[in-house]
T-cell receptor, first 113, second 111 residues
């Protein structure tokens, strides 16, 4: 089954404790992205990747890091989380060569206290 | 001002009504996406458009490149269509993974 998986689905952590949210897709997609969704602000892109080792900043990259060492994985790293990073996070992937349909992961709800 | 704007923000309809959600954008784009977010939070892609019109079941999406405007229509609406509908654009000159989003339209269809 074609899918994007994210782990963990729920995470409560404390300010300053480094964390990684993993994202993996099994569709051999070139494009992958991370988004955050906040009430009243909608979805905003954090980082995106066009292929292995090719990443770029989205609209709200501050406080986040990403890496794309393998085509299927695109982890999101919060080196020193702060309460303003409490949010719902989505990973997504799409193909460069086909319809461009976006495939979203199920979301990760992060709370930073 | 957001580069992508949707209207209305909230929409309530009776079952069977024809529904239109609008999306306007202020920059040149290479693609326009319509997404649906279910009450449980999951997001699915409905359409990707670069020109013209697409139809899938009771859903129709249109885009007018000159007017920088897209619409999502739902015919014979049903309570299961209740969801948040989001448009997103890929600006010209960026890769297909770059998206800028509208605020979303909360649709409620009453039986």
């Amino acid at each position: 089954e074609a899918q994007v998986t994210q782990n963990p689905r729920y995470l409560i952590t404390v300010t300053g404790k480094k964390l990684t949210v993993t994202c993996s897709q099994n569709m051999n997609h070139e494009y992958m992205s991370w988004y955050r969704q906040d009430p009243g602000l909608g979805l905003r892109q954090i980082y995106y990747s066009m292929n292995v080792e090719v990443t770029d900043k989205g609209d709200v990259p501050e406080g986040y890091k990403v890496s794309r060492k393998e085509k299927r994985n695109f982890p999101l790293i919060l080196e020193s989380p702060s309460p303003n990073q409490t949010s719902l996070y989505f990973c997504a992937s799409s193909s460069r060569t086909t319809t461009g349909e976006q495939y979203f992961g199920p979301g990760t709800r992060l709370t930073v206290t | 001002k957001n580069e992508v704007e949707q209207s209305p923000q909230n929409l309530t309809a009776q079952e069977g009504e024809f529904i239109t959600i609008n999306c306007s954008y202020s920059v040149g784009i290479s693609a326009l996406h319509w997404l649906q977010q279910h009450p449980g939070g999951g997001i699915v892609s409905l359409f990707m458009l670069s020109s013209g019109k697409k139809k899938h079941g009771r859903l129709i999406a249109t885009i007018n490149i000159q007017e920088k405007h897209s619409s999502l229509h739902i015919t014979a609406s049903h309570p299961r269509d209740s969801a948040v509908y989001i448009c997103a654009a890929t600006p010209l000159g960026t890769s297909g993974s770059r998206l800028t989003f509208g605020e979303g339209t909360q649709l409620t269809v009453n039986p």
